[in-house]
C-alpha cells in the first residue's frame, strides 16, 4: 500500500506499503533508524516500524490496496512535512514515544488520502468505460485497474437540443474522467437524419461525420434538414468507453411578409407606343433634326458676335476721331 506514506517501513524489506514504496520516504525511515544513539534504540526503532508496517497494510487493505500517482504525491508531501517538524522537534530522551506518534500520523495520512481516493478518485465514472493507471500497494509497480460502468454498457444517455434554422448548436461530449484515460482515445461524431423521435433507428442509419480529439464540435448555419441524432462516442482501438446521443430538433424561422414586386403593364405590338426603344424610320429624322438644329445655332452665334463686334466699332468710333484730330493740330 503504497499510501502508506507514514509506513516508515524502510526497515521491512518484504512487503511495501503505498508511501514505503516512493524512494524519498524511504531514505527518511532509513536515516531515522541510523539516527539512534545505540544498537538497542535501533533494534527498537526497527521494531516500531515493524508494527507500523502492520497498522499501514490494514489502513490499505481495506481501500483496495492502490493508489494513483497524484494521490501518491500528496500523502508523501503531507507526510514528509510531518516528518521534517519531528526531527526538529523531538528529544533526546523521548525518541522511541516520538517515534510512535509520528508513525500513527503517518497512518492517519494514509487514511485520508485512501479514503479521498476510493471515494473519488478510482472509479468516478457514474457511467462509461475507465481504465485507469494506478499503483499496487504491495507489489509497488504499476498497473491497469478497471472501472466497468454502472449499467454495464457505455451509453451514457441521451440529452435534447434545441436549435432555430440558421443558428447555431454544439455538442459538447467531455467529462472529467475522460482526462484519466490510458493512450490517446478520439471522439468519433456521426448523424442519423430525421425528426428526432419519430422512428427507431439501427446503428446503420447513423452517417459518421468526423474524428477528432476535441470533446465538443459546433455546427453552425444550421437548416431544418440537419436535425435529428448526433451520437459522439470516445473510443481508441474499437473500444468505445463512452457515448452519448443528443437529439436536435431545428426550428424554421417564422415566415416573413415580403411586399410584391411591382409589374409594369406590357406594351402593346408596335414600335410607334415606344419612345426608349427608336427604330430606323425615327432615326433618319432625329438625325436630320439635330443637325438642323446645330447649323441653325451655328449661324444665329455668328450673327450675334457680328452684331457686337459693329457695335463695339460704333461706339469706339468718336473716340478715335478725337485722337486723329488732336495729331493733326499738333502737326501743324
Not at 544513539?37 to 516500531?48: F, N, R, S
Not at 473510443?235 to 415580403?258: A, C, R
Not at 414600335?271 to 446645330?294: H, N, R, W
Not at 468718336?318 to 501743324?332: A, D, L, S
Request: proline residues 7%; aromatic residues 8%; hydrophobic residues 35%.
Amino acid at each position: 500500500m503504497l499510501l502508506v506514506v507514514v509506513s516508515l517501513l524502510c526497515c521491512v524489506p518484504a512487503a511495501k506499503a503505498c508511501l514505503q514504496c516512493d524512494r524519498r520516504v524511504k531514505v527518511l525511515h532509513e536515516d531515522l533508524v541510523l539516527s539512534a544513539p545505540t544498537v538497542a534504540d535501533q533494534i527498537e526503532m526497527e521494531k516500531i516500524c515493524d508494527h507500523a508496517y502492520v497498522t499501514y497494510k490494514e489502513t490499505s487493505q481495506e481501500r483496495m490496496g492502490v493508489i494513483d500517482p497524484t494521490t501518491l504525491y500528496r500523502a508523501r508531501t503531507e507526510y514528509q512535512s510531518e516528518f521534517d517538524r519531528f526531527l526538529k522537534t523531538r528529544q533526546p530522551g523521548s525518541i522511541t514515544f516520538d517515534t510512535i506518534q509520528i508513525m500513527e500520523k503517518g497512518r492517519q495520512i494514509l487514511e485520508k488520502h485512501l479514503d479521498t481516493f476510493i471515494s473519488d478518485g478510482l472509479c468516478p465514472n457514474a457511467c462509461g468505460l475507465l481504465y485507469q493507471r494506478v499503483m499496487d500497494c504491495f507489489s509497488c509497480r504499476y498497473k491497469i485497474y478497471i472501472c466497468p460502468s454502472p449499467s454495464g454498457h457505455p451509453d451514457c444517455g441521451e440529452y435534447p437540443l434545441q436549435a432555430e434554422e440558421g443558428g447555431q448548436a454544439v455538442l459538447n461530449c467531455f467529462l472529467p474522467w475522460h482526462r484519466l484515460l490510458l493512450g490517446k482515445p478520439e471522439y468519433y461524431y456521426s448523424w442519423a437524419p430525421g425528426v428526432p423521435g419519430t422512428q427507431k433507428l439501427n446503428e446503420s442509419d447513423f452517417e459518421p461525420l468526423v474524428v477528432t480529439d476535441e470533446s465538443s464540435v459546433i455546427l453552425n448555419q444550421l437548416h431544418v434538414d440537419e436535425q435529428g441524432k448526433y451520437r459522439c462516442s470516445l473510443q481508441e482501438n474499437g473500444t468505445i468507453f463512452y457515448q452519448v446521443t443528443f437529439l436536435l430538433t431545428v426550428s424554421p424561422l417564422p415566415n416573413q411578409t415580403h411586399r410584391p414586386l411591382l409589374t409594369l403593364p406590357s406594351l402593346p405590338d408596335g414600335d410607334k407606343y415606344s419612345p426608349f426603344q427608336p427604330t430606323e424610320g425615327l432615326l433618319v429624322p432625329a438625325i436630320a433634326m439635330v443637325t438642323a438644329l446645330s447649323l441653325a445655332a451655328s449661324i444665329g452665334l455668328t450673327v450675334i458676335l457680328g452684331m457686337m463686334m459693329n457695335r463695339r466699332r460704333a461706339a469706339e468710333e468718336p473716340t478715335r476721331r478725337r485722337k486723329e484730330g488732336k495729331t493733326t493740330q499738333n502737326m501743324v
